[in-house]
Structures are given as structure tokens and as C-alpha cells.
């Protein structure tokens, strides 16, 4: 838990980690792509062509739109047409219908004024008789029959001055007409002139739609707005394609991504898992193993994430980006520049705001570490807290961090908060902006309206991919930083492989080792550990190597087993330099029990078996029993199939039995034991001594400890001190040198 | 949830109110705006239509777009508000919380737990605030309130609405219920991974001793591909969600469209520039309804997440304190403890781990436990300051029974010092005289105690010496090092009784006798309690009590153990040969 915070989630604002440097990252990561390339590209094209689509769909809306839009206005053509033939109809028909008794008295009549007289003679040149004066109607009309039906003068004033057309006359005086196939009936005729007759020019569009569909059918389907059903089912079919290939492409190219990056992120998983073998042990003494588990999961997460998501989109963005932008310029570049400008504007702010919340962020992270380590304190030495009546000192620390946090925390959510809705505003102000300046070109015919829909479009278009674009680029910083991590491990220098020229067989090995001026220096340490140290180990002897800590134990059986090379000196056993040996065969030959209890998840046979093959059942009984542990095995629920890691009821000194168990199934000429019966209690420990001595029998051993009761009954007790040995001999001979030994075996029991 | 949501203050209610109705304000808005924007589009498409009229209607949307804008801004405000003072709060009452079980409990919940539950369950829940207190007012506002506009214009169009609808939830509802839970089993493989990356770190010794890369790398390999295969199947299904999203949406506007050329076509002339109108208004705010359900689902996907976090902090909250206070201050008698009859329990076991066990410290005495691993020696000893309660007996100091002090009382007569030597990021001299015991501690106390534990080499040594810092955990300083600062703070105490609860293990020999002869020189008066494993640091004790399986074997000397207790002569002869112990 120490340490290794989860990743905080990644939203706007968050501060990335920003990689050391970026291009080479990039490189590495992209040579490492390298098997991936055509997958890669393949979907990187797809979501290319899934921008394009998705540009070239707004434009068929707009069509689809225009095409509806027509559908308002009315067919002033054939209105113009019907009234046209209506009235020529009429006046063809009207003399003879009304005919008049203009005779030249009328002219001399004194009774009638001389303006009404002008009127007549305006009248008759212009074919207008309803402009007669009614005096003179009165004089010139008289019943007569038209075409065998009886038309009073009354009818005909009423035709005239009223536009009303008695019945019996209509089919007499229009001929039924026919436009564009339809045919006009007298009386559709007579009804298309009434209602004619009470519109007022001026009056509004939808006013006059109202009178207009008083008119009789025949006339209305002529006039009606024409929609182009064939022509819209064709746009609308054809955006469905558009829409449904888009969702495939946008679907085929997530697949492909999500299968790449997964398998990329498993390889890479693997790499790290193979790696971590084959580094020396030098490197595990620099690093942090929370640091190279941070590199399996989270980096390699980060990385598969971005290549997921991120790397699409950011593609996707990028063309719908360029692409609405050459849209908007090819359609009209006033209306561009407005568009641009317009959200020009709101992403100068909006970066602004961001930039700021970075800071906001980082403080917030900071502080948010330094809150988890007061936690983490407290909590862990809670025992203490409590007995030192602590409680007031931690409360404060808590307080002042929590506090500290929560202004962070305030101030990054807002700030964080606050890009959504800034973008829905620019893409408003961007349509508003267009809509304006779209209707000022509008109006000086310079556009179409189907231009100003189709900037609304571009300009939601334009405004989404930039925050997008701006995202996309933040998880590839952070997504550069975390494969700069990985490929650092990944390419850490490994150990040299060995210069194998012999081989001891397990089988035929004695047992002899000898130590020959050994000298051995860690890594960045001044002083050597080891130095100058030497000893000769005879087959079947147990050896203890005791001395206070930092002489260089452990140091002595690190080198044997070939953990680190030596720097000079050497190692041979039964006379052959380890040199000249592989790691593998070397660590054959022995069997190593460490102080630390190395468990892994599993079963305790599986522990203890490990990878071994063919270990009977049995066999593992049979060690156990030796070691003390079966009992103790019998007694929990699942016996030998019992788990390890999650039974709390295994303690550490029986944890270290298991491992002691684990190393006892090896037969094998060597065997070193490193404090490994220290979490064990004293009677414990004798016990399992006892059964290590029954099987160690006639191999050698070395065993170092703490516990000098222990190693009493050792045939050669080496001590060290400062990475040589001091003294070395048996207990009795040691006791008798009064030195070293002496003084540290007698400090057990000074009061 | 709404447990811990409880816990806000009412300035964060007045806050949310405030909030709920700014969103109110916002979602009128912003439904608002759609008539203005068809306004616009019908103005710019008809002739007629003054350039003012426009203008106009531009501005109104401008200004609803901008009074939304101001409103989330201020309601973003609000929100980060009540989000951080939530972290604030719930985090301060969880630590108190903490702070105050036994440990006992602490152990129950495990000290990871207990650390993830107060930062990253807390975070969650926070996030869920930030983010979904919005939307979760929001949505169902918007969704209500643009379904109602919509729903009377025209049923057609509101049925291609519900249609896209019901498509949408059940895809997102398919998904979740095949997806969701696999969130789960991909986590569990990822702490399989990484236990198993782990593993192979810290035991390369291990490892490479048995020649078992290849067995770890399979293992690996195995957990690897299980995680791997786990996560495609959940992101392939998932990334059909995006898709089908975006499929749906377009293909409701165009289907909207669609109908609205199919309508106006039948339709009386004078109805069809409205209807043309009413198709642009829906259109949009079917967008608005499809939005609304889609945050609400995702609302109901982080949901569950969150909701475990909350879950996993009330168990905390919940839990109930075991150890209750009592309300002595102040005793008669003075560096006395004594046990009378005690045993003691885990709540749920069936077996006893200590069982009638009696003896008494007299003040000034030294008495010494030991046992085998398992014994209950450390149990036994932190039955004391009460980390345990004694499931029957009485645990007394003082001739009090503990149960019957204030806790702080009974803490200032203690000098404990754990197993584990605990260090804290501050100063040396800080480490020292933490905490508080009444009395003010001067630096020359300090040094002393420093002094006595032997400390005082090292400590002059370092480079700012006594105001030294020592980073967390004390990774900077030697194990033994730390078990002498810690040895040092109990000391600084000045207590009257001293429990060491085998913290001689990191000293060597030499030093492990030195400190002790340090120890009884400089406290006379003091009672103390050791629990050892060595024979060699409590041969001396005035009173050594051995414990066998939670059972008091024999209780006396040294010398008269040696005679009378199998067990202890046991233990003693694993340590030491028979002629040192006749030597004695």
C-alpha cells in the first residue's frame, strides 16, 4: 500500500506526466508497434474515412433540408398560370354574356355626367366593365339569354360589381380548362376568383396560406407547394448508408484497436515478467519493487488506454477538424472566418482557464500525498498513537492537510467543471455568430439559406474535435511517459550470459568448496563488503558463518550461488571455478533456505513442491513430517490444499517451516541455510535442526545465524567481521581463543 | 450513500438548493433555446424577415446560452463545494473513527483497508459528487421537461423519439449487465497479476536459487492471458456502445426530418410552415431527451462503483467501539499490574488464546514473559493499555481495574514500546517526546532518554543530530537504530510502568544487556513488563512468567524455573548448553 497511490482518474486540467523525451519516446514506442503497423494503420484509415463521412453527411442533411424547405413554397408559376387563363376565360366570355347595349345615346345622355362617361370609354378600351359606373350599367343592361340561359340585369350587376355568379350561369360562361393535366371546373374557376377577390397583398404569409387553402382542390393540387418525396427519400436513404457505414467503421476500427492494444499490452506484460529474470541482482538493490509492479499495471495501462481511445480519436478529430475547416472555407469564407474566429475566441479563454487549473491540480495531488502519509502514519502506528495519548498531535497534523486538501480539491473540481459547459457556449455563440452573419449575406443575395445550415453544422463540428484534439494530446504525453518507463526497463542492461566450459553433475559432485581471496564491492559502495576473504569448506562439514551485521554473511553466500560476480578472487567447487559454470548448475547444486519467508499464492503443495516435477504426495508428507509441519498441516480445513495467502492462521515461523520443507524435497550435495530458522522460537528451531541435520547428512552445509546457541555443534565456525574472517575453528576452540567469538557468545548472558 | 450523505453541513444543503435551483433556471434555458434558434432559422429562411428581428432572436439565444453558462458556472461552484467539504468531513470522522477502534477491530478491517477506505473510497465518492451531483439533478429535470414539450406536438414524432429511447437504454442495460460484472473479474486478475509480478520480485532469491524462472513466467503467462482475454471481451462488447449511439442519434433526426417531409406534404398549406418549424424545435429537443437518459445512464454505471466506496466507509462508521472509557484519573497506588484470572478470546474464535492467568507486578520489579511462538505472550502484555479487552478477569494498574480509567489517564502511567519500532516524519527530538503525558518535556529529558537507550552515539553522529529529521517509517535509520529511538520515547515518558513487548529483538547482544543495565539505573521506581524470546534478556527479571499455548506454565526465577518448569528448561537449553546453565 505505502507509496503506490492508485492513479488519479484522468479528466481535463489533470496535470500529466510529462516524459523526459518526448520524441524519443514516441520512436521507441513505434518501433515496438512495429508488428502491429498494418492492423494500426488499417484503423487509423477507417477512423480517416469515418471523419470524412461524417463531414459529407451534415451537407446532405442540408440538402435534405432544402429540399423540405421547398416544400413551403407555393407554385407561384401555376398560380400565375391558373389566374392567367381563369381571367382570359372570362373576359373572352363577357361581352357576349353581358351583352351590353352600348348605343351612342348613351354618350349623349344628359343624365349621365361626363366623368362617368369618361369611365365607360376607360372602361370598354380596357376591358374592365366592373369599372362601368352604375348609372350607366343601369341604362346599357337589360335581361337577355346567353347560350339559352336567362341572365337578369340584376345578375349581371351582381357579376359585375360583386363577383358573384349565379348558379345556372357558371358552367355557360367558363369553358372548363385544363393545366398540366388537371382540369378546372367553371365553378372551381368562380370559387379560384372569390377568393382571389379578398386577399390583400400585403397581408402576411400565413395569412394568405389561410385563404389559399379555401381554394378548390383542383386548384390547390396545381398550386400547392411541390416536395420532391422522391428526390428526400433518395437523400434520406442515402444518409442512412452513410450513417450505418460510419457506425461500422467506427465499430471495425475500435475491434481492431481494442485486439491490438490488449495484445500489445500483454506482450509487453510479458516482456517486463521475462525481464525481471534476467536482470542482476544489483539492479533489485536500486529499484523498488513497487516501482517496477507500477510499470506492469499502470503504465503499461496508460499506454494501452491511450492507443485504445485516445490515439483514434485523436485521428478522428484531427480530420474532422481539417476536414470541417476546408468544408467551411470551400463553402464560404466570410462565414469561416466568422465561424473561426468566433470560437477562436471562447478556446483563448477556455485555455486560459485550463492552464490555470493545472496548478490547481497539482497542488491538489500534492497535498493529497502528503494527507495520504498522515493516514497512512497514523494508522499503521495506531498502538503508539494511542499509549502516547498521541491522538492530539496526529489530529492536528490530519486537520492541517485535510484542510489543505480541501481547498485544492475545491478550486480543481471547479475549475475541471468548468470545460464541458465552456463548450457548449462557444458552440452556441459559434452558431449564433454564423446565423447572423449567415442572414446579413442572405439578404444581399450573396448565399443561400442552405449555407447557414450547413455552417451550423460545421461549426458544432469544429468546436468538438478541439477539445478533443486537446485530450488526445494529454494522454499522449502521459502515454510517452509511461512507455519512456516501460522500454527503460525493458532495455536495463541484462546480466552477461555465462562462460560455460564445465559441468558438475549433480550426481558425481563431492562437495568441496574453497574460498580464495575473495574480494567483492556492491555497486556504488565505497568499500568493499567482502575482502580478502578465503576458506576452504571440506565435503560433509557443517560450516556456520557468524559475525555482527553488515560483515558480509550473506554478502559470502550471495556470491556463491552466483547472485553477483565477483570482482576478484575465486570460488571453486570440487575444484572447478564457478566461473566456468552456468548459473543453473551452480544453483543445482544447492538448496537455499532464506530468513525471509517467500511464499507464493497457492496451496502449500504446491508451495512446497514448486517447480519440481513428479513429487509424490507422500514425498511431501514424509518432508513434512521431518520438518514438524504435518500436524500442524492436518489441522487446517483443506489440509495440504490449503492456500497460503489467504490463511491468517499460518504463522511466520510456520511460514518459514513450509519454505524449509520446500528446500528439503531437493536433493542436493549443498545447502545453505541464511537465518532461516530466525522467526521460529529456540525450541522450535532444534527441532527443525535436528531434521535438517538427518538430511544434510554427509553434505555440506553453511548456516548462518544470529542465534549462536544454534551453531554450536558446527565443525567450523567462521567469524567475520568487515568482509574478512577474524577467527575461525570450532565452538571449543573459539571459547578457548577468548576473542571475538568469545566476547559475543558471553554477551547472551550479561545482565 | 445517503448515510454519509447526511453528515454534510447546511451550508452545503443551502448550497445544493441553491444549486437545484440554478439547474432549474439553467434547464429552462437551455430548452429555451431551441425555440429561439428555429426562430432564427425560420427568420433567416423566410423573405419577409428584418435583419433587427433577427439580430433580436439571436441576441435572446445568446443570452440563454450565456445564462446557462453564468448558472453552471456558479452551480459548478457550488457542487466543488459541497464535493470537497464532503471529502472533508466524512475523511475527518473516518480518521476520528479509526483513531478510536481497538485494535482488535483495526486488525478485523486490516490497516491497508483501513488507509484505502479513508483515501480512495473517500475520493470515489467525492468524484461521484463532483461529477454526478449535476447530472443527477440535471437529467431527469431535462428529460421531464423536454419530453413534456415535445410530447403534444406530434405523436409520430414523439413515438420515433420513444423509440430511439427504449433502443439506447437497452443497449446500455445489455451491456451493463453483461459488462459490469466483468469490471470485477478483471479487477481480481489484475491483483492476480500483480501479486504474481510481486511474488517473482521479492523472492528472486528464491526464484533464481531454484531455477524457476520458467515456472514463474508460465504463471504469469497464465494470469496474463486470463486478464488479457477478460479485457477484450469486455471492450470489444463495449465498443459497440459508441457506435450504435451515434447510429441511433443520427438516425432519429433524420427520421424526424423524414416524417416532417411526409406531414407537410399531406398537410393544408397553412399548417405547413409551422409544422416545418415544430420539425427543427423537435428535432432538437429530441437530442436534449436521447442526452438526458444517456446521462442518467451513465449516472447508474458509475453508480455501483461508488457505492461499494460507500459501503466499504459506513462498515468503518458503523463499527461499533468495543473499548469503553471509564473515568478514573488518579489512583493510590503506585507501578503496580496485576492479573487476576484473566483469559482471553477473539470475539468469533472458539478457543481461548490465554487462559486464567494470575500474577502480579510489584513497583520497581521486573517481570519477564516468555513462551514459544503462538504462546500469547504479546497478547497477554497488550491486555494492558487495553489494545484487548480480557473476555473474563481483570486486568489491573494500580489496583484499577483498566477498563474502570480514562483512557489517557491510563496511558500516562505507560511506557509501551512495540514489537515494531514506529517512527513518524518529524525531528528526532520529536520522535522522542511524542505525545503527551501532562508534563512538558524539556530538550535535557529528551537528550537523556536518548542517552539511556544508547541512542546518543548515533543520533550526535547524524548531520543535524538532535533535530534530525527521520522519514516515514524511519527508512532512513537502521532497524536497530529505531528500536533504540522508540526504546528512547517510552523512556522520555517517564512512566511508571515500562512494557516492552520484545523490543530488544534488533539489538544485538552487547547492546540488548547494556540498555537494560542503562534502563535500571535510571529508573528505580519503574515497573517492567518484557516479553523476550531470548533467555538472555530476562535470566534477571525478578519474575518470569512462562506461557505454554496460552496457559501459565510456571511462574518465579530463573533458577527456580530451571528446576520446576519442563518448558522453561526446554527453552533454555535450546539456547544455552547445560553447563552454562549449572554455570549461572
Known amino acids: ?751 | 450513500m445517503i448515510k454519509l450523505i447526511k453528515n454534510l453541513t447546511k451550508k452545503d444543503y443551502i448550497y445544493a438548493l441553491i444549486s437545484l435551483i440554478l439547474i432549474v433556471i439553467q434547464v429552462w434555458l437551455e430548452l429555451k433555446m431551441p425555440d429561439f434558434m428555429s426562430k432564427v432559422t425560420i427568420l433567416v429562411e423566410s423573405d419577409g424577415s428584418k435583419m433587427s428581428e433577427i439580430l433580436l432572436n439571436g441576441l435572446y439565444m445568446m443570452l440563454c446560452a450565456f445564462g446557462s453558462l453564468i448558472s453552471t458556472i456558479i452551480v459548478g461552484y457550488l457542487v466543488a463545494n459541497i464535493s470537497a467539504s464532503f471529502s472533508l468531513i466524512t475523511r475527518k470522522k473516518l480518521f476520528e473513527k479509526v483513531e478510536n477502534l481497538s485494535i482488535a477491530e483495526v486488525k478485523k478491517f486490516n490497516v491497508s483497508s483501513l488507509i484505502t477506505r479513508t483515501t480512495n473510497d473517500i475520493t470515489q465518492i467525492e468524484m461521484l459528487i463532483a461529477m454526478g451531483l449535476q447530472l443527477l439533478i440535471k437529467a431527469p429535470i431535462t428529460a421531464v421537461w423536454a419530453v413534456s414539450k415535445i410530447l403534444n406536438k406530434n405523436f409520430t414524432w414523439s413515438m420515433a423519439t420513444l423509440i430511439a429511447v427504449l433502443i439506447l437504454l437497452t443497449v446500455i442495460a445489455i451491456l451493463t449487465i453483461i459488462v459490469v460484472p466483468k469490471f470485477k473479474i478483471v479487477q481480481k486478475l489484475t491483483d492476480k497479476l500483480n501479486n504474481s509480478a510481486r511474488e517473482n520480485l521479492t523472492g528472486i532469491r528464491v526464484v533464481r536459487a531454484f531455477n524457476a524462472q520458467d515456472y514463474q513466467e508460465n504463471k504469469f503467462d497464465k494470469v496474463n492471458t486470463d486478464l488479457t482475454n477478460q479485457q477484450l471481451f469486455n471492450q470489444r462488447t463495449f465498443s459497440i456502445m459508441q457506435p450504435v449511439m451515434y447510429l441511433t442519434m443520427h438516425t432519429l433526426t433524420l427520421s424526424i426530418y423524414f416524417i416532417g417531409a411526409l406531414l407537410i406534404k399531406d398537410s393544408i398549406l397553412s399548417d405547413k410552415i409551422t409544422l416545418f418549424g415544430d420539425m427543427v424545435v423537435f428535432s432538437s429537443y429530441a437530442i436534449q431527451v436521447i442526452m438526458s437518459f444517456l446521462m442518467l445512464a451513465v449516472i447508474f454505471m458509475i453508480l455501483p462503483r461508488a457505492s461499494v466506496s460507500a459501503k466499504r466507509i459506513n462498515e468503518v462508521l458503523d463499527e461499533e467501539i468495543t473499548i469503553k472509557e471509564g473515568n478514573v484519573t488518579k489512583s493510590k497506588e503506585k507501578g503496580t499490574v496485576e492479573f487476576k484470572n484473566v483469559s482471553f478470546k477473539y470475539p468469533d474464535a472458539e478457543e481461548y488464546l490465554l487462559e486464567n492467568i494470575s500474577f502480579k507486578a510489584n513497583k520497581g520489579e521486573t517481570v519477564a514473559f516468555i513462551g514459544s511462538t503462538g504462546s500469547g505472550k504479546s497478547t497477554l502484555i497488550n491486555l494492558i493499555p487495553r489494545f484487548y479487552d480480557a473476555t473474563d478477569g481483570q486486568v489491573l494498574v494500580d489496583n484499577i481495574n483498566v477498563k474502570d480509567y480514562k483512557l489517557e489517564s491510563l496511558y500516562n502511567k505507560l511506557g509501551y514500546v512495540s514489537q515494531k519500532a514506529v517512527m513518524f516524519d518529524a525531528s528526532v527530538s520529536d520522535n522522542v517526546s511524542y505525545g503527551n503525558n501532562g508534563k512538558k518535556k524539556t530538550k535535557e529529558e529528551i537528550k537523556k532518554a536518548i542517552e539511556v537507550s544508547l541512542a546518543k552515539e548515533f543520533v550526535e553522529k547524524l548531520d543535524d543530530k538532535y533535530e534530525s529529521h527521520i522519514a516515514q517509517s524511519g527508512t532512513n535509520i537502521s532497524g536497530g537504530q529505531k528500536q533504540r529511538l522508540s526504546i528512547a520515547r517510552a523512556i522520555a515518558r517517564n512512566p511508571e510502568i515500562y512494557i516492552f513487548d520484545d523490543s530488544f529483538s534488533a539489538l544485538d547482544y552487547k547492546t540488548d544487556s547494556l540498555l537494560r543495565k542503562n534502563l535500571k539505573k535510571y529508573t528505580k521506581d519503574a515497573t517492567i513488563l518484557i516479553v523476550a524470546q531470548r533467555i538472555g534478556t530476562i535470566m534477571n527479571a525478578d519474575k518470569i512468567i512462562v506461557l505454554d499455548e496460552g496457559k501459565c506454565v510456571g511462574i518465579g526465577t530463573h533458577k527456580e524455573l530451571l528446576k520446576t518448569c519442563e518448558v522453561y528448561k526446554q527453552i533454555a537449553l535450546s539456547q544455552l548448553s547445560k553447563e552454562e546453565l549449572e554455570n549461572e
Open chain 1, 1 to 751: 500500500m505505502n507509496n503506490k497511490q492508485r492513479t488519479p482518474r484522468r479528466g481535463p486540467g489533470v496535470p500529466v506526466e510529462k516524459a523526459k523525451n518526448f520524441k524519443e519516446a514516441i520512436k521507441r514506442l513505434l518501433k515496438e508497434l512495429k508488428g502491429y503497423k498494418v492492423f494500426i494503420i488499417i484503423s487509423l484509415i477507417l477512423a480517416c474515412f469515418g471523419a470524412i463521412l461524417s463531414i459529407s453527411a451534415p451537407n446532405r442533411l442540408t440538402k435534405l433540408t432544402d429540399e423540405i424547405s421547398k416544400g413551403l413554397v407555393i407554385n407561384t408559376k401555376n398560380l400565375e398560370k391558373v389566374t392567367k387563363q381563369i381571367t382570359t376565360n372570362m373576359t373572352n366570355s363577357l361581352p357576349s354574356v353581358l351583352q351590353m347595349n352600348i348605343s351612342p345615346t348613351i354618350m349623349m345622355d344628359q343624365s349621365i355626367s361626363l366623368e362617368d362617361k369618361n369611365k365607360l370609354s376607360d372602361a370598354l378600351k380596357n376591358n374592365k366593365y366592373n369599372e362601368i359606373p352604375d348609372s350607366i350599367l343601369n341604362k346599357i343592361l337589360t335581361d337577355t339569354y346567353y347560350k339559352g340561359v336567362l341572365v337578369t340585369k340584376t345578375d349581371k350587376i351582381n357579376m359585375l360589381k360583386n363577383g358573384i355568379i349565379p348558379g345556372n350561369l357558371k358552367d355557360v360562361i367558363f369553358d372548363d380548362i385544363t393545366i398540366d393535366n388537371v382540369k378546372i371546373t367553371s365553378s372551381d374557376q368562380v370559387e379560384f376568383l372569390k377568393v382571389l377577390s379578398t386577399i390583400d397583398k400585403n397581408s402576411k404569409n400565413t395569412k394568405v396560406y389561410k385563404k389559399l387553402d379555401k381554394l378548390p382542390k383542383s386548384i390547390r393540387l396545381l398550386i400547392e407547394p411541390n416536395m420532391n418525396m422522391k428526390k428526400i427519400k433518395k437523400i434520406t436513404i442515402y444518409l442512412i448508408i452513410i450513417y450505418i457505414i460510419s457506425a461500422l467503421f467506427t465499430f471495425i476500427q475500435s475491434l481492431i484497436m481494442t485486439t491490438v492494444s490488449n495484445k500489445f499490452a500483454k506482450d509487453l506484460r510479458n516482456n517486463i515478467s521475462k525481464k525481471i529474470n534476467k536482470l542482476p541482482l544489483k539492479y533489485f538493490d536500486k529499484h523498488q519493487s513497487g516501482d517496477i509492479l507500477s510499470r506492469i499495471t499502470n503504465d503499461v495501462d496508460t499506454l494501452s488506454q491511450t492507443m485504445n481511445n485516445s490515439l483514434a480519436s485523436l485521428v478522428t478529430s484531427i480530420t474532422l477538424f481539417l476536414g470541417s475547416l476546408f468544408m467551411m472555407f470551400y463553402t464560404n469564407y466570410i462565414m469561416a472566418i466568422t465561424a473561426v474566429i468566433s470560437s477562436l475566441f471562447g478556446f483563448i479563454f477556455m485555455g486560459k482557464i485550463l492552464s490555470k487549473s493545472q496548478k490547481y491540480f497539482k497542488e491538489r495531488q500534492e497535498e493529497l500525498g502528503n494527507l495520504n502519509n498522515v493516514i497512512e502514519e497514523t494508522y499503521s502506528s495506531l498502538n503508539i498513537v494511542k499509549v502516547y495519548n498521541g491522538k492530539n498531535i496526529c489530529d492536528e497534523k490530519f486537520d492541517k492537510y485535510n484542510e489543505k486538501v480541501y481547498k485544492a480539491n475545491k478550486m480543481s473540481q471547479f475549475l475541471s467543471g468548468l470545460m464541458m459547459p465552456f463548450m457548449g457556449f462557444i458552440g452556441n455563440f459559434g452558431y449564433v455568430c454564423v446565423c447572423i452573419v449567415g442572414a446579413l449575406l442572405v439578404k444581399n443575395d450573396m448565399i443561400t439559406f442552405g449555407v447557414i445550415v450547413a455552417f451550423m453544422v460545421y461549426i458544432r463540428l469544429f468546436t468538438q474535435p478541439l477539445s478533443q484534439m486537446a485530450q488526445g494530446l494529454t494522454s499522449l504525453q502521459s502515454a510517452a511517459a509511461a512507455s519512456e518507463r516501460v522500454f527503460e526497463f525493458i532495455d536495463e542492461e541484462e546480466f552477461k550470459e555465462d562462460k560455460v566450459s564445465k559441468v558438475i553433475d549433480i550426481d558425481a559432485a563431492k562437495g568441496n568448496i574453497e574460498f580464495d581471496n575473495i574480494v567483492f564491492t556492491y555497486d556504488g559502495n565505497d568499500k568493499p563488503t567482502i575482502n580478502g576473504f578465503s576458506a576452504k569448506v571440506k565435503h560433509g562439514q557443517k560450516v556456520a558463518i557468524v559475525g555482527p551485521t553488515g560483515a558480509g554473511k550473506t554478502t559470502m553466500v550471495n556470491l556463491l550461488m552466483k547472485f553477483y560476480d565477483i570482482d576478484s578472487g575465486d570460488i571453486k567447487i570440487d575444484g572447478v571455478s564457478i566461473k566456468d559454470l552456468s548459473k543453473e548448475n551452480i544453483r543445482k547444486l544447492f538448496t537455499m533456505v532464506l530468513q525471509d519467508t517467500w511464499l507464493f499464492d497457492g496451496t502449500i503443495k504446491e508451495n512446497i513442491i514448486y517447480n519440481r516435477e513428479n513429487i509424490s504426495d507422500e514425498r511431501v508428507k514424509e518432508i513434512c513430517k521431518n520438518v514438524g509441519i504435518h500436524h500442524f498441516i492436518k489441522t487446517l480445513p483443506k489440509g495440504y490444499d490449503s492456500n497460503v495467502s489467504d490463511n491468517d492462521t499460518i504463522s511466520s515461523g510456520q511460514r518459514q517451516l513450509i519454505t524449509i520443507a520446500r528446500a528439503s524435497i531437493k536433493e542436493t550435495p549443498f545447502l545453505i541455510l541464511d537465518e532461516a530458522t530466525s522467526n521460529v522460537d529456540t525450541r522450535t528451531e532444534e527441532l527443525v535442526q535436528n531434521a535438517m541435520d538427518k538430511l544434510t547428512k554427509g553434505k555440506t552445509s553453511f548456516i548462518i545465524a544470529h542465534r549462536l546457541s544454534t551453531i554450536k555443534n558446527a565443525d567450523l565456525i567462521l567469524v567475520m567481521k568487515d568482509g574478512n574472517i577474524i577467527e575461525q575453528g570450532n565452538h571449543n576452540e573459539l571459547m578457548n581463543k577468548n576473542g571475538f567469538y568469545s566476547e559475543l557468545y558471553n554477551s547472551q548472558f550479561e545482565i
